[in-house]
């Protein structure tokens, strides 16, 4: 998008302002570098909104807004951001002044200043640089470097005249100091990478966070914060943490009389309400809490707006209506349950036992039957196979993080490396108050397919006690293993992850992508009676025409037959074996057995665990048993 008129420098893809330029992060631009400014700044009428009802409702929110688009360099600016840090240096003379105080140096104003800050006290064009340090902490705070504090141990001279000196030439921090030429006073720069040290620095000259957001719009409150600060380079990885929540834009056929719901503004909103005040761990059933207080009346709302319109219902049915949509299978799922209970109505859809909005762009699918799949080679335990010749994958922008992730992956590699009493970071919310997050849609294909739960219950069967069962099940002991991990360690889902990696893999050949370009997304659930599964694989663009269809020609029966049988061939033979294949733990948490580089590991962006839970011995067995491969009798 267009960010400066002439300047293509000034740019930036939309889909960067996602991660890595999301709201909050800093962009350098030249010499320069300017934070990118809340949402709330951006032209409503350039932006384009994105629904996605599931995901709307799993994050509270109305909607999603594409950045806006500049469609050429004569328009204003549609991206706003804000001139951080305010602290410049002159590389010749070292003087080191706010950005505001060197402006009030110049005799006359200056347009070129404002593009490219220069030293108006030079008589050769000579540009400013920023500082290339700031503060932050795990609040999600960020501010200056506190410079005139620093010179003068607190209390500043009348006419402060910062300068930042080198002692010596090694490099090192240390090596730097700030100078005060009015009062001579200066200080080392040499402890503010030492967290211990300079915290009791900046407490004994009275420097504490001062809560600012300055990419807010309205950031007036300033409150307080009791948080640490922690100096950073302001290019520093771990400045600006983007948190993404994604999803497959399924379009789920609803009821005629949550159609009805959805397709009337004041009832859509009244709805969405509902949702908002309902508390998952209440202790009474999700009908009851829909027949009492607030709740209540806003269904009574919803009732009469939809009668007065000539759709005619009552209380009791819109409740049931309600109660089907938002119970979830589990009475009380934890995080990870509910990632898969999200995605059962997606497998339903893929797999064709239930219908979709087949008149919606956001899917076009084609479904082959059980006798088009047998008759094309495939083995008989591939129930489903769909070609999805085009999907929607909607990506929202909830929050980011400074100092360390938040997400649990992340996490967990922090707290096996520092400790459980590590100091963990805060989510700062980047919901607009109209209630609209910013996202981005793109548009791909894929190939999905499913196994038959009879036969991988039966296979379940037959390794019971085996040695390719006991390898993994006792993984469950692992030093490092967290709690929400054991769900995984079992030898399904090893077989329903190590089967993605090794289609991926092979998809990666004949497709014409690359293995980074490919993703997973898998649809597992062991629950007796609610058994699913499901594999995608999918590629997606931000462009608007999508992705080109090569990976959806691999995807027909008659292809997708050789595509699985060299896949499966080339799982057969690691060029680490027999120390891979008869390997107990390889990887993070040792929890694969036989998978490595390779062999089954794929790109990390690929993968929705991390590259753990692998075994290609589920699937070809293993050297004393081959027979107990799930695809052993595979031809």
């Known amino acids: ?80 951001g804000i001139r951080f ?49 700031v503060c932050a902490c795990s609040n999600g705070h960020i501010q200056d470097f506190p410079w005139i504090e620093w010179a003068h141990g607190g209390a500043a001279c009348n006419y402060p005249d910062l300068e930042l000196r080198r002692a010596n030439q090694t490099g090192s921090i240390a090596d730097y100091f700030v100078y005060c030429a009015n009062c001579h006073s200066q200080k080392s720069l040499g402890i503010i990478f030492r967290p211990s040290v300079i915290n009791s620095y900046l407490d004994k000259i009275g420097v504490h966070c001062e809560g600012k957001h300055y990419w807010k719009k309205d950031d007036s409150s300033n409150k307080k914060c009791d948080r640490k600060l922690q100096v950073l380079l302001r290019s520093a990885n771990n400045l600006y943490f983007p948190n993404i929540s994604s999803s497959v834009n399924i379009p789920v056929k609803l009821g005629g009389l949550m159609d009805a719901v959805m397709s009337d503004d004041l009832a859509k909103q009244d709805y969405s309400d509902i949702k908002m005040r309902i508390s998952r761990d209440s202790s009474d059933s999700l009908k009851a809490v829909l027949n009492q207080g607030i709740p209540h009346l806003l269904i009574k709302e919803i009732v009469d707006r939809l009668n007065a319109n000539k759709f005619k219902t009552n209380e009791d049915q819109l409740v049931d209506e309600i109660v089907c949509k938002l119970s979830p299978s589990d009475d009380n799922p934890d995080d990870d349950v509910k990632v898969m209970d999200y995605r059962r109505a997606e497998f339903n859809i893929l797999s064709g036992v239930t219908k979709y909005d087949n008149k919606s762009d956001k899917l076009k699918e084609t479904i082959f039957k059980k006798e088009t799949l047998v008759n094309s080679g495939l083995p008989n335990v591939v129930t489903n196979v769909s070609l999805i ?36 970071s805060n989510e700062v919310p980047l919901i607009r108050g109209d209630g609209y997050y910013v996202g981005m849609a793109s548009r791909g294909e894929g190939i999905f397919m499913s196994l038959d739960t009879k036969k991988v219950s039966s296979w379940l069967t037959k390794i019971k006690g085996s040695s390719i069962s006991d390898r993994i099940y006792n993984k469950v002991n692992n030093k490092g293993v967290f709690e929400d991990d054991k769900k995984y360690i079992t030898p399904d889902y090893y077989l329903l992850h190590t089967l993605s990696h090794i289609l991926l893999r ?31 694989i999918y590629t997606s663009s931000s462009d608007s025409e999508g992705t080109l269809g090569g990976l959806v020609k691999q995807g027909a029966p008659e292809k997708l037959k050789w595509v699985l049988s060299a896949a499966i061939e080339k799982a057969k033979w690691c060029s680490f074996d027999p120390i891979c294949i008869e390997s107990d733990g390889q990887g993070s948490d040792s929890l694969n057995a036989g998978a490595c580089h390779a062999c089954a590991l794929v790109s990390e962006t690929s993968c929705e665990k991390r590259n753990q839970f692998l075994d290609r011995g589920v699937l070809i067995g293993t050297l004393n048993n081959p027979h107990l491969g799930f695809f052993s009798d595979m031809e």
């Open 1 to 80: 998008m267009t960010l400066k008129k002439f300047h293509p420098e000034h740019n930036i893809r939309r889909s960067q302002m996602l991660t890595p330029f999301g709201i909050g992060a800093l962009f350098d631009i030249n010499n320069q570098t300017v934070m990118i400014s809340d949402s709330e700044y951006w032209d409503m009428s350039q932006c384009q909104k994105i629904n996605d009802p599931r995901l709307q409702s799993v994050m509270h929110c109305k909607g999603f807004i594409e950045p806006p688009i500049s469609s050429d360099d004569t328009e204003s600016t549609s991206v706003f």
């Open 85 to 133: 840090p305010t602290w410049y240096l002159s590389p010749t003379t070292r003087k080191l002044r706010r950005i505001t105080e060197w402006r009030r140096m110049l005799k006359r104003p200056s347009k070129k200043f404002d593009e490219q800050p220069f030293d108006p006290t030079k008589m050769v064009h000579e540009e400013l640089v920023p500082v290339r340090f």
């Open 389 to 424: 010749h085009q999907l929607e994958v909607v990506s929202a922008l909830r929050s980011f993080s400074r100092l360390k992730p938040t997400d649990s992956d992340s996490m967990k590699v922090i707290l096996q490396t520092e400790g459980e009493n590590t100091e963990s």
């Open 506 to 536: 092979e998809l990666s050949i004949s497709s014409g992508y690359s293995s980074t370009a490919l993703k997973e997304r898998l649809y597992y659930s062991n629950e007796p009676g609610k058994e699913m599964y499901g594999i995608l």
